[in-house]
């Protein structure tokens, strides 16, 4: 699989801080090669969009759609609890 940032997860991206830029690069690499990887906590967010949702840690997650071999980052946020 490959991935593709929207113009809003680049911002989102820019804006973290070093230490979760870290970790959310780490994630993607396990996304990218199983996207049930533990961590990740993947799952469907929405049906209507097909969006997905996955982790950076316990803080932030990261959206992203899935089309064909791409994963579209969407944006990476604070976690609304």
Do not use: C, G
């Not at 820019?14 to 996207?35: A, G, I, S, V």
């Amino acid at each position: 699989m490959k991935f593709f940032f929207s113009s809003r997860a680049l911002d989102d991206y820019d804006h973290l801080p070093p230490r979760l830029q870290k970790l959310f690069e780490k994630q993607l690499e396990f996304l990218l090669h199983n996207l049930r990887y533990p961590s990740l906590r993947a799952k469907k967010y929405d049906e209507t969009t097909d969006r997905w949702q996955a982790r950076v840690n316990d803080e932030y997650r990261f959206y992203f759609q899935i089309e064909k071999d791409v994963y579209v980052i969407v944006a990476i946020i604070k976690h609304p609890k």
